[in-house]
């Protein structure tokens, strides 16, 4: 009935560019290309031409200049003599030390939520339920400000800790003889070693050789520990029976490490109070404490969410089948509960820490002098950079992001189901 | 050109907005107000009442250029500034001009590219203590922990001086005089350091300033500013030579009251020039002849001003010290208008 | 003995027991308790805890909150009013000055005499978003929502209505170059609708408009920039930004997904670079750097500049969220559309978007609520945000030098209450949504 229709003869025509499927990818991807490369050289063109019109230049040399101010609060060697560069890094191990430091207490404090609120018992998880509700809704500055501010405006300054002048009579003791938190600082018992190995210089920063000593230690105690348990597996694989293990990993992980200490004569210093300020202990500035405390407890309630969903994402059944097999609440726990429900908890709670990083650069709204407060913050405005400064941080933020997000994609890729 | 900028943005991210040209003045002619960088908060040199007026002594300047520019001192739109973006904003054209308390120094004037117009207030940096404390010098403070705010030439003084001094403090960075003035008060600091006027603009609103002693060392020195975009002489000429007809004003004894009498029947050819009876010396910077005369009327010379927002009158109480005229034995000295 | 057998066997009641109640232990209240506080020692220990915890939070919070004052001009007045009240030592919160400023926090400087404006607006946009929230709506309304991104720019900021209009006409003339052109040429039609669009923004709409504005100015009071605070500020960013981001953040999704190597690559970069960095880098980057990325001399607002690194930033969570949605389709609805034999763009309009976005709604107020609260982040750059602008500024003035707590409780309720009810919006939707694919 119908001819069958030729071939269409296999000549190229211009329309065929875009609406032949084989070339209209190709198509569109060059003009895309041809776009971006456009818009770029506009962007970069601009640039040069704003510079130039300020007598600006692009060089990150700036860097090595002496920066000239002081940061209250550093955990590498810096004074205000060092370079800028310097300060960028007092910044950034700010950052990560609030960062690392809110993670820890955010998962802990999410964790207890989470299961708390999934509890029996009415009371505790309506308080919960309370708790979670508000700190998700609230913007987290709020929650920094407040805290900020009930450490500033409702704690005793240092002074309040002397004794009266006139009747010697003690108003403020240390709580527990430890602590001591005050509208400043909360002074707290610092780890002193009386024999240190002294610190290595490398140049651009010093290594503190007893710190280095006790990291050392406890990761080959840690290695150890994990030689010893898969030892157990084996040994359990071939005989059934699978050999007592704690007290072993205990004793290979801690035992160096506190034989260290003793050896190296590692004491608490108390706060005491001398001067204006107390001294001997360790200042934990409140900028600090406030960061720390209002962004914990802020992600705190999105992780206690998180694991909530976690938990109940993994269905009643598993956990019957498992005491059908006749497995006890703590290894079903273990062995059953668990594994479901991280592999729902993991993913969403590494993105609650990359927030929780992110959001640390709040720390500019109580003057924590953070990668932002240095780098982004005084270094800027001293020197004027603020090209190279801005795009520096936004460099050094997303290589953190990029490397926490990294370590995501490996756990998932080691839990994810292997399908058949 | 205010609806193209608009526009433009909507449409193509600034694409259709109009370019602004080289010289600020005509920028400023054509959009019809001054846009002044100010001190977001800073009781008696900038702060806005309830219903968002700007009042101070900055504020003061502000309108002074906006009157002889404009022929109206309310033209003027105030840009809250932090001491972090001050410079950036001036740079990138977000303003026309800088009067936020800014320390004229060298690097500022040449690296920042930054052009001060001179100084409209001759500071030092000092410190303000705690009666309590005990402290009767800044050479006491060893160990103290000071409240400072970053981003000023402050912080780096306060390091040059506590390491001549072979002292130790402990700061703590403060973004804004309300954050400072909380931290002080609730005693998170043994001592607030900022320029002296500051403190005292500080310390006047305090509910009982006599509990707090500013401290006779002052640390540095601070001679603040406008300042305007680098390049565009022009303009810092406007700049400038408004300050300097405030002053000038002030010696000639030309006020805001008797400035319509002067400008009539003055027989000094110093006050004829400036209110511009005599020779139009404002054509030279791109102005009309009683440019100067509007100036002054706005606010009343440096003087009047000085006394209204900051003087010993007001809450404030700062004494004219250096920023007497130089026949008082002040540094206020403005050169001869011919 | 069979009798006695038979006697003691054959027991029948032939009366009903009347009704016991339980045993004490065993129902009402003590039951409730039993069961739900102290069930085994465990919850009992929490139970103490908690009430411990709740005591001493009432007993701090209740007074003062019960000592509040309302009205006074001043905060030692109010303070005095408290003394007088309730003896010297005691404690009380100062509402006042909520009372004399919470239209500062709500309104910042916008003047006093226009506050209907931006509520109009407010109340317009639900308006506007009705036919995407509710099924029932007749889908006529849907040219209102296309409408009033235009309509809200001009109530807020006023001036003339030629300038949004003569925005929206590029729109207008793009859409009808490629109504014409769609039926032979449909991607020629849309390159060309978007060159037209283009040209109309960047050369003919100024002459027009100023001609327009010249014959009949059509102008309301108009309203700069630096008078935005408070809660309208935050509210305008927020919405304009998700707005904006919305279909940025559908194309950067369908980037993401594509099989074309470079536009995935791109998608990709720029959502992870955004998601990497926080907020106030890119805030900082409106503030500071954005001016060296144009051409020199351009300048405009910063609340304009806030809201495009906003949007930005919300379109790589907003795509993130429609990849989800994406991803959640059926396999078998794309195999569908192949097999109906519609090209790449019909399959994505008529069948796949339609799903996906609605599967992304509640994901999308999700990240709206995120935003909203983000906007508090744009006082860092000198914008009055109702949090720490707003409240700063009233604390400026010596009236109410030294107020706390006040102002962040009372914006915190405002920000919990518009979160929590959005949030609870969001899981009604999902509920509902879960229902349909049943």
Same mark, same amino acid.
């Given at each position: 009935?119908?001819?069958?229709?030729?071939?269409?003869?296999?000549?190229?025509?211009?329309?065929?560019?875009?609406?032949?499927?084989?070339?209209?990818?190709?198509?569109?991807?060059? &003009?895309?290309?041809?776009?971006?490369?456009?818009?770029?050289?506009?962007?970069?063109?601009?640039?040069?031409?704003?510079?130039?019109?300020?007598?600006?230049?692009?060089?990150?040399?700036?860097?090595?200049?002496?920066?000239?101010?002081?940061?209250?609060?550093?955990?590498?060697? #810096?004074?205000?003599?060092?370079?800028?560069?310097?300060?960028?890094?007092?910044?950034?191990?700010?950052?990560?030390?609030?960062?690392?430091?809110?993670?820890?207490?955010?998962?802990?404090?999410?964790?207890?939520?989470?299961?708390?609120?999934?509890?029996?018992?009415?009371?505790?998880?309506?308080?919960?339920?309370?708790?979670?509700?508000?700190?998700?809704?609230?913007?987290?500055?709020?929650?920094?400000?407040?805290?900020?501010?009930?450490?500033?405006?409702?704690?005793?300054?240092?002074?309040?800790?002397?004794?009266?002048?006139?009747?010697?009579?003690?108003?403020?003791?240390?709580?527990?003889?430890?602590?001591?938190?005050?509208?400043?600082?909360?002074? &707290?018992?610092?780890?002193?070693?009386?024999?240190?190995?002294?610190?290595?210089?490398?140049?651009?920063?010093?290594?503190?050789?007893?710190?280095?000593?006790?990291?050392?230690?406890?990761?080959?105690?840690?290695?150890?520990?994990?030689?010893?348990?898969?030892?157990?597996?084996?040994?359990?694989?071939?005989?059934?029976?699978?050999?007592?293990?704690?007290?072993?990993?205990?004793?290979?992980?801690?035992?160096?490490?506190?034989?260290?200490?003793?050896?190296?004569?590692?004491?608490?210093?108390?706060?005491?109070?001398?001067?204006?300020?107390?001294?001997?202990?360790?200042?934990?500035?409140?900028?600090?404490?406030?960061?720390?405390?209002?962004?914990?407890?802020?992600?705190?309630?999105?992780?206690?969410?998180?694991?909530?969903?976690?938990?109940?994402?993994?269905?009643?059944?598993?956990?019957?089948?498992?005491?059908?097999?006749?497995?006890?609440?703590?290894?079903?726990?273990?062995?059953?509960?668990?594994?479901?429900?991280?592999?729902?908890?993991?993913?969403?709670?590494?993105?609650?820490?990359?927030?929780?990083?992110?959001?640390?650069?709040?720390?500019?709204?109580?003057?924590?002098?953070?990668?932002?407060?240095?780098?982004?913050?005084?270094?800027?405005?001293?020197?004027?950079?603020?090209?190279?400064?801005?795009?520096?941080?936004?460099?050094?933020?997303?290589?953190?992001?990029?490397?926490?997000?990294?370590?995501?994609?490996?756990?998932?890729?080691?839990?994810?189901?292997?399908?058949? | 050109?205010?609806?193209?900028?608009?526009?433009?943005?909507?449409?193509?991210?600034?694409?259709?907005?109009?370019?602004?040209?080289?010289?600020?003045?005509?920028?400023?002619?054509?959009?019809?107000?001054?846009?002044?960088?100010?001190?977001?908060?800073?009781?008696?040199?900038?702060?806005?009442?309830?219903?968002?007026?700007?009042?101070?002594?900055?504020?003061?300047?502000?309108?002074?250029?906006?009157?002889?520019?404009?022929?109206?001192?309310?033209?003027?739109?105030?840009?809250?500034?932090?001491?972090?973006?001050?410079?950036?904003?001036?740079?990138?054209?977000?303003?026309?001009?800088?009067?936020?308390?800014?320390?004229?120094?060298?690097?500022?004037?040449?690296?920042?590219?930054?052009?001060?117009?001179?100084?409209?207030?001759?500071?030092?940096?000092?410190?303000?203590?705690?009666?309590?404390?005990?402290?009767?010098?800044?050479?006491?403070?060893?160990?103290?922990?000071?409240?400072?705010?970053?981003?000023?030439?402050?912080?780096?003084?306060?390091?040059?001086?506590?390491?001549?001094?072979?002292?130790?403090?402990?700061?703590?960075?403060?973004?804004?005089?309300?954050?400072?003035?909380?931290?002080?008060?609730?005693?998170?600091?043994?001592?607030?350091?900022?320029?002296?006027?500051?403190?005292?603009?500080?310390?006047?609103?305090?509910?009982?300033?006599?509990?707090?002693?500013?401290?006779?060392? &002052?640390?540095?020195?601070?001679?603040?500013?406008?300042?305007?975009?680098?390049?565009?002489?022009?303009?810092?000429?406007?700049?400038?030579?408004?300050?300097?007809?405030?002053?000038?004003?002030?010696?000639?004894?030309?006020?805001?009251?008797?400035?319509?009498?002067?400008?009539?029947?003055?027989?000094?050819?110093?006050?004829?020039?400036?209110?511009?009876?005599?020779?139009?010396?404002?054509?030279?910077?791109?102005?009309?002849?009683?440019?100067?005369?509007?100036?002054?009327?706005?606010?009343?010379? #440096?003087?009047?001003?000085?006394?209204?927002?900051?003087?010993?009158?007001?809450?404030?109480?700062?004494?004219?010290?250096?920023?007497?005229?130089?026949?008082?034995?002040?540094?206020?000295?403005?050169?001869?208008?011919? | 003995?069979?009798?006695?057998?038979?006697?003691?066997?054959?027991?029948?009641?032939?009366?009903?027991?009347?009704?016991?109640?339980?045993?004490?232990?065993?129902?009402?209240?003590?039951?409730?308790?039993?069961?739900?506080?102290?069930?085994?020692?465990?919850?009992?220990?929490?139970?103490?805890?908690?009430?411990?915890?709740?005591?001493?939070?009432?007993?701090?919070?209740?007074?003062?909150?019960?000592?509040?004052?309302?009205?006074?001009?001043?905060?030692?007045?109010? =303070?005095?009013?408290?003394?007088?009240?309730?003896?010297?030592?005691?404690?009380?919160?100062?509402?006042?000055?909520?009372?004399? =400023?919470?239209?500062?926090?709500?309104?910042?400087?916008?003047?006093?005499?226009?506050?209907?404006?931006?509520?109009?607006?407010?109340?317009?946009?639900?308006?506007?978003?009705?036919?995407?929230?509710?099924?029932?709506?007749?889908?006529?309304?849907?040219?209102?929502?296309?409408?009033?991104?235009?309509?809200?720019?001009?109530?807020?900021?006023?001036?003339?209505?030629?300038?949004?209009?003569?925005?929206?006409?590029?729109?207008?003339?793009?859409?009808?170059?490629?109504?014409?052109?769609?039926?032979?040429?449909?991607?020629?039609?849309?390159?060309?609708?978007?060159?037209?669009?283009?040209?109309?923004?960047?050369?003919?709409?100024?002459?027009?408009?100023?001609?327009?504005?010249?014959?009949?100015?059509?102008?309301?009071?108009?309203?700069?920039?630096?008078?935005?605070?408070?809660?309208?500020?935050?509210?305008?960013?927020?919405?304009?930004?998700?707005?904006?981001?919305?279909?940025?953040?559908?194309?950067?999704?369908?980037?993401?997904?594509?099989?074309?190597?470079?536009?995935?690559?791109?998608?990709?970069?720029?959502?992870?670079?955004?998601?990497?960095?926080?907020?106030?880098?890119?805030?900082?980057?409106?503030?500071?750097?954005?001016?060296?990325?144009?051409?020199?001399?351009?300048?405009?607002?910063?609340?304009?500049?806030?809201?495009?690194?906003?949007?930005?930033?919300?379109?790589?969570?907003?795509?993130?969220?429609?990849?989800?949605?994406?991803?959640?389709?059926?396999?078998?609805?794309?195999?569908?559309?192949?097999?109906?034999?519609?090209?790449?763009?019909?399959?994505?309009?008529?069948?796949?978007?339609?799903?996906?976005?609605?599967?992304?709604?509640?994901?999308?107020?999700?990240?709206?609520?995120?935003?909203?609260?983000?906007?508090?982040?744009?006082?860092?750059?000198?914008?009055?945000?109702?949090?720490?602008?707003?409240?700063?500024?009233?604390?400026?003035? &010596?009236?109410?030098?030294?107020?706390?707590?006040?102002?962040?409780?009372?914006?915190?309720?405002?920000?919990?209450?518009?979160?929590?009810?959005?949030?609870? #919006?969001?899981?009604?939707?999902?509920?509902?949504?879960?229902?349909?694919?049943?």
């Amino acid at each position: 009935m119908a001819h069958a229709v030729e071939r269409p003869k296999d000549t190229f025509r211009l329309s065929m560019l875009i609406y032949d499927t084989r070339y209209r990818s190709l198509t569109i991807q060059v &003009i895309v290309f041809l776009l971006v490369m456009a818009g770029a050289a506009w962007l970069v063109d601009n640039i040069i031409r704003n510079l130039s019109a300020l007598g600006k230049d692009f060089d990150f040399g700036f860097l090595g200049v002496r920066a000239g101010y002081d940061i209250a609060q550093r955990l590498i060697p #810096y004074s205000q003599n060092s370079t800028h560069a310097m300060a960028l890094l007092v910044g950034l191990m700010n950052t990560l030390l609030v960062a690392v430091l809110g993670c820890i207490m955010a998962t802990i404090v999410g964790v207890m939520v989470g299961v708390l609120r999934l509890s029996s018992n009415w009371l505790v998880a309506r308080l919960m339920t309370v708790y979670v509700e508000i700190f998700r809704n609230v913007p987290v500055l709020l929650w920094i400000l407040l805290i900020y501010t009930v450490f500033t405006e409702a704690s005793p300054a240092p002074n309040a800790f002397r004794p009266d002048p006139q009747t010697g009579e003690v108003t403020k003791t240390l709580f527990l003889g430890l602590f001591a938190i005050t509208n400043r600082y909360t002074a &707290i018992p610092n780890l002193q070693f009386e024999q240190g190995l002294g610190s290595l210089d490398l140049g651009l920063f010093s290594l503190n050789l007893t710190f280095a000593a006790v990291v050392v230690l406890l990761a080959i105690g840690l290695y150890v520990r994990s030689r010893i348990i898969r030892h157990a597996t084996a040994v359990q694989h071939a005989t059934g029976k699978r050999p007592q293990t704690w007290w072993k990993s205990l004793l290979v992980v801690f035992l160096p490490t506190i034989l260290l200490c003793i050896a190296l004569g590692a004491h608490f210093d108390l706060p005491v109070l001398r001067g204006f300020n107390f001294v001997e202990g360790l200042n934990v500035s409140n900028s600090l404490m406030a960061l720390w405390l209002a962004l914990s407890l802020y992600t705190g309630a999105f992780i206690a969410e998180i694991v909530r969903a976690g938990i109940l994402a993994v269905s009643q059944g598993q956990s019957e089948a498992a005491f059908a097999l006749g497995l006890r609440p703590r290894r079903t726990m273990n062995l059953v509960i668990l594994p479901q429900a991280l592999r729902v908890i993991i993913p969403p709670l590494i993105s609650q820490y990359l927030n929780l990083m992110k959001n640390s650069s709040l720390a500019i709204a109580v003057g924590y002098l953070d990668l932002r407060g240095t780098l982004g913050g005084i270094t800027l405005n001293q020197t004027g950079r603020e090209l190279e400064c801005v795009l520096l941080m936004m460099l050094i933020y997303l290589a953190i992001s990029l490397v926490i997000s990294s370590g995501m994609n490996v756990y998932n890729s080691r839990v994810k189901l292997k399908e058949r | 050109m205010k609806k193209t900028v608009f526009f433009g943005t909507l449409t193509a991210a600034g694409l259709a907005a109009g370019l602004a040209s080289a010289a600020t003045l005509d920028d400023v002619k054509a959009r019809g107000e001054l846009v002044c960088g100010v001190n977001p908060g800073l009781t008696g040199f900038a702060a806005p009442d309830a219903n968002g007026t700007w009042t101070g002594f900055d504020i003061s300047l502000c309108r002074a250029v906006a009157a002889a520019v404009l022929g109206d001192g309310t033209k003027v739109r105030f840009v809250p500034t932090t001491a972090e973006t001050r410079f950036t904003a001036l740079a990138s054209g977000e303003i026309d001009m800088l009067a936020r308390n800014s320390t004229w120094t060298f690097s500022r004037d040449t690296d920042l590219a930054l052009d001060f117009a001179g100084v409209n207030y001759y500071d030092g940096q000092g410190f303000m203590v705690n009666k309590a404390l005990g402290v009767t010098s800044a050479k006491e403070l060893d160990g103290a922990t000071i409240c400072i705010q970053t981003g000023t030439t402050t912080e780096l003084n306060l390091a040059d001086y506590f390491a001549i001094n072979n002292m130790s403090y402990t700061p703590v960075a403060i973004q804004s005089n309300a954050e400072g003035e909380q931290q002080y008060l609730a005693g998170a600091c043994d001592a607030y350091t900022t320029d002296a006027s500051g403190l005292a603009a500080t310390r006047a609103a305090f509910a009982t300033p006599s509990d707090h002693i500013i401290l006779p060392e &002052i640390i540095s020195k601070e001679p603040l500013g406008p300042a305007t975009r680098q390049g565009d002489s022009q303009w810092n000429d406007i700049v400038r030579w408004t300050l300097n007809a405030l002053v000038a004003a002030e010696e000639y004894g030309v006020t805001s009251a008797n400035i319509e009498e002067l400008a009539t029947n003055s027989q000094n050819p110093e006050v004829k020039r400036l209110l511009g009876t005599e020779n139009n010396l404002g054509a030279m910077i791109g102005l009309d002849a009683d440019w100067a005369k509007r100036a002054i009327s706005v606010g009343g010379n #440096y003087g009047e001003i000085f006394s209204a927002t900051i003087g010993e009158s007001t809450p404030i109480g700062l004494a004219r010290g250096l920023n007497a005229q130089w026949t008082q034995g002040g540094l206020l000295y403005a050169p001869p208008f011919r | 003995m069979s009798d006695t057998d038979a006697q003691s066997v054959f027991f029948m009641r032939d009366t009903m027991l009347p009704q016991v109640p339980p045993p004490a232990g065993q129902s009402g209240p003590v039951r409730w308790l039993r069961e739900n506080l102290f069930s085994g020692w465990f919850n009992t220990i929490l139970t103490i805890c908690g009430l411990i915890a709740l005591y001493f939070l009432l007993r701090g919070l209740l007074p003062w909150f019960a000592h509040s004052v309302w009205t006074a001009d001043t905060l030692s007045e109010c =303070r005095q009013i408290i003394a007088a009240k309730w003896g010297p030592d005691a404690t009380g919160a100062c509402f006042a000055v909520v009372r004399e =400023r919470w239209t500062q926090w709500l309104f910042g400087f916008y003047p006093r005499h226009l506050y209907w404006r931006p509520v109009l607006t407010l109340v317009l946009m639900f308006v506007a978003m009705a036919p995407v929230l509710f099924p029932g709506v007749p889908r006529k309304l849907m040219i209102f929502s296309a409408i009033y991104p235009f309509l809200g720019f001009w109530l807020l900021w006023g001036g003339s209505a030629w300038v949004p209009l003569g925005g929206m006409a590029g729109f207008v003339l793009g859409y009808i170059a490629w109504r014409v052109l769609r039926e032979n040429r449909p991607l020629v039609g849309i390159l060309v609708a978007v060159v037209i669009a283009l040209l109309w923004w960047l050369l003919l709409a100024g002459p027009v408009i100023d001609l327009f504005r010249s014959i009949a100015p059509l102008a309301i009071e108009s309203v700069r920039s630096d008078r935005f605070g408070g809660f309208v500020l935050s509210l305008t960013i927020g919405v304009a930004a998700i707005a904006i981001s919305l279909p940025l953040g559908i194309a950067l999704a369908l980037g993401r997904q594509s099989d074309m190597f470079l536009i995935k690559t791109l998608s990709v970069g720029f959502i992870e670079f955004i998601r990497g960095v926080p907020l106030i880098t890119l805030l900082f980057t409106a503030s500071l750097l954005l001016n060296y990325f144009l051409p020199p001399g351009t300048n405009f607002d910063i609340i304009l500049r806030v809201i495009i690194m906003v949007s930005l930033f919300a379109a790589a969570y907003i795509a993130e969220v429609i990849r989800g949605g994406l991803a959640a389709l059926p396999r078998g609805q794309y195999e569908a559309a192949d097999s109906l034999g519609l090209d790449y763009f019909q399959a994505q309009r008529l069948i796949v978007l339609p799903q996906a976005l609605k599967i992304s709604i509640p994901g999308i107020v999700s990240v709206f609520i995120g935003l909203f609260k983000d906007t508090t982040l744009v006082i860092f750059v000198g914008l009055l945000d109702p949090l720490k602008g707003i409240t700063d500024a009233v604390r400026a003035s &010596i009236d109410w030098k030294g107020i706390y707590w006040e102002p962040y409780i009372f914006v915190g309720s405002i920000f919990f209450l518009f979160c929590f009810g959005m949030s609870r #919006y969001s899981m009604y939707l999902e509920r509902r949504l879960k229902r349909d694919h049943r």
